[in-house]
């Protein structure tokens, strides 16, 4: 039969001849074609030395390589390791092939001794001439057959076994044979049919030694063996809660809580136990705790209009009930503060408030419940003050700005903010008396604190020091020009009271009047500010 150049596979339960024929190619004819013999894999080998065919017409040699896929890496061609250049047979991807360019001469392929071997056969093709042969093979005798279980099996092959299995072993042979020696997991056997039972798991060999006579000396080639993968028995333990009752568990009516078994089969075909645990599930209930606003209020099929506790029965996703409680309160409206404050007047989107406003207003929360805001506009007044002063002329007065000032052509103004930030603007106004003859000379000092402490044990009097002195006298002003209090300079002071109410911490305006011992006939003035601290 032609084959193409896709990889073949031919099994056989029994021995059989394969044989391979192809032609030479090139040249203007048909030349000398070649055939072999293919070899059985049974027949592998780890080491050969092969040579070439040497003609004038056939120059292009190849090496073709069959062997178990697991053993690519351990293959060698004189000492090379050719492990990319393998390909997994199509029809069975146990094997894997590879056709390798030799060049003309002797060659050496091996296998470590840890792989199952190989088969190669050497080939050569040119101008109307061709050679081909097996480059070796062992000469172990196929006329005897291992029977597992009354199935013929293939040499060295691997078998699922199900554990505490007792399996039959036997050879089926042609020729006399003088004994049958059995080796199956550790235990020694005898005869042409044996009974084994396996206990444990894993990879157990089994081997058959062959002998035409009594002799118990065996070469590999009098061997024949297979390999059984001894599988468990699986035990798979299942917690479940459920809340149907019954419950229906492979046929099983499950009515109470307990533990349930069922025997299936695995995929080795071994039997395996699944084993259910089996709880029923009692019905949760879920408290609510709710406020709402809105009456009527609803909620599933209830139509609530009163405060109290309501339920409601839902299924789950696994068709279990589940009971919902809600407790309900409805809501008291809230009310809410809102201020503006604003110094003479407050304009709000076009309306101008002046006097001291509050306006309600009904909006909706985000949750759609009423709320009142109630709007407090609150208009605070700004001040304004003129403080007259005389001055004799050539006399300063220090403003409380910082600045001395004589004439009366000077107003200046301080701009002060009131406690809830409006302007209070103090003017200056100088009134200058002519004198006839300029002062004499005055030695005259006077010193004025910047702040004091009421509440403290020391700075706790606004009292201003001096020297040469006739006569003092002192006001003190709020700063937008309002009469607080005011004291004899020389002897008194300020405890920081009006009425016998303390002052709040602020900056306050002082008027000094004094007259010296130099210029005892003219009154002289000092403004300026002091601070109240507490």
């Given amino acids: 039969m032609p084959i193409s150049g896709t990889p073949n596979v031919v099994t056989a339960s029994l021995p059989v001849s394969v044989n391979v024929f192809f032609a030479s190619v090139g040249g203007s004819?048909?030349?000398?074609?070649?055939m072999l013999t293919v070899i059985p894999m049974e027949q592998k080998v780890h080491n050969i030395t092969f040579a070439t065919y040497n003609t004038q017409y056939t120059s292009n040699h190849k090496v073709n390589i069959v062997l178990k896929t697991s053993d690519v890496s351990l293959f060698q061609l004189d000492g090379v390791s050719h492990t990319s250049d393998f390909l997994a047979v199509p029809s069975d991807g146990t094997y894997s092939y590879a056709k390798l360019s030799v060049s003309s001469g002797v060659h050496t392929m091996n296998m470590s001794a840890s792989g199952e071997g190989f088969l190669a056969y050497a080939f050569g093709m040119g101008s109307h001439e061709s050679y081909a042969y097996s480059v070796g093979s062992r000469l172990k005798s196929l006329e005897n057959t291992l029977f597992v279980d009354g199935r013929a099996v293939i040499i060295d092959d691997t078998i699922d076994v199900c554990i505490g299995a007792s399996m039959t072993f036997s050879i089926f042979h042609r020729a006399e044979l003088g004994n049958i020696f059995w080796d199956i997991d550790g235990a020694n056997y005898t005869g042409d049919t044996v009974v084994h039972t396996f206990t444990t798991t894993g990879f157990r060999n089994v081997r058959a030694y062959l002998s035409s006579n009594t002799s118990s000396c065996f070469t590999e080639d009098d061997t024949l063996g297979v390999v059984l993968n001894i599988h468990g028995s699986d035990t798979i333990n299942i917690d479940t809660v459920v809340c149907q009752n019954p419950f229906v568990w492979y046929g099983d009516s499950v009515t109470t809580a307990g533990t349930y078994s069922h025997l299936l089969e695995n995929q080795q075909g071994c039997d395996?136990?699944?084993?259910?645990?089996?709880?029923?599930?009692?019905?949760?209930?879920?408290?609510?705790?709710?406020?709402?606003?809105?009456?009527?209020?609803?909620?599933?099929?209830?139509?609530?209009?009163?405060?109290?506790?309501?339920?409601?029965?839902?299924?789950?996703?696994?068709?279990?009930?589940?009971?919902?409680?809600?407790?309900?309160?409805?809501?008291?409206?809230?009310?809410?503060?809102?201020?503006?404050?604003?110094c003479d007047s407050i304009d709000v989107n076009g309306v101008v408030y002046r006097d001291d406003t509050r306006i309600a207003d009904t909006v909706q929360t985000a949750e759609g419940c009423d709320s009142i805001v109630?709007?407090?506009?609150?208009?605070?007044?700004?001040?304004?003050?003129?403080?007259?002063?005389?001055?004799?002329?050539?006399?300063?007065?220090?403003?409380?700005?910082?600045?001395?000032?004589?004439?009366?052509?000077?107003?200046?103004?301080?701009?002060?903010?009131?406690?809830?930030?409006?302007?209070?603007?103090?003017?200056?106004?100088?009134?200058?008396?002519?004198?006839?003859?300029?002062?004499?000379?005055?030695?005259?000092?006077?010193w004025i604190p910047s702040a004091f402490t009421p509440d403290e044990e020391t700075n706790s009097l606004f009292k201003i020091e001096s020297n040469d002195?006739?006569?003092?006298?002192?006001?003190?002003?709020?700063?937008?020009?309002?009469?607080?209090?005011?004291f004899d300079g020389l002897t008194g002071g300020w405890d920081g009271t009006y009425k016998g109410e303390k002052c709040?911490?602020?900056?306050?305006?002082?008027?000094v009047e004094y007259r010296t011992k130099a210029m005892p006939l003219i009154f002289q003035k000092r403004l300026g500010t002091v601070t109240l601290l507490r």
């Avoid at 408290?287 to 139509?303: L, M």
């Avoid at 506790?309 to 309900?328: A, E, F, K, M, P």
Wanted: hydrophobic letters at 30%; proline letters at 6%; charged letters at 15%.
């Fill in 374 to 446: 109630n709007v407090i506009y609150t208009i605070y007044p700004s001040y304004k003050r003129n403080v007259q002063l005389d001055l004799d002329e050539g006399d300063t007065v220090y403003w409380i700005d910082g600045g001395r000032y004589w004439s009366n052509e000077q107003h200046p103004n301080v701009v002060y903010r009131t406690v809830h930030g409006c302007d209070s603007i103090i003017t200056l106004q100088l009134n200058i008396i002519p004198h006839a003859a300029p002062p004499p000379q005055d030695s005259s000092a006077i």
């Fill in 272 to 342: 395996s136990l699944l084993r259910l645990n089996v709880d029923f599930e009692t019905i949760p209930t879920t408290d609510i705790d709710t406020q709402v606003c809105n009456n009527p209020f609803n909620w599933y099929e209830n139509s609530i209009t009163e405060p109290g506790q309501y339920t409601h029965t839902i299924v789950t996703q696994q068709g279990c009930d589940s009971i919902l409680r809600i407790n309900v309160d409805f809501m008291a409206i809230p009310s809410t503060d809102v201020y503006y404050e604003g």
């Fill in 29 to 34: 004819g048909t030349g000398d074609p070649s």
């Fill in 469 to 486: 002195m006739v006569e003092m006298h002192v006001t003190i002003f709020t700063r937008w020009g309002l009469y607080v209090t005011e």
């Fill in 504 to 511: 709040k911490q602020e900056t306050y305006v002082y008027l």
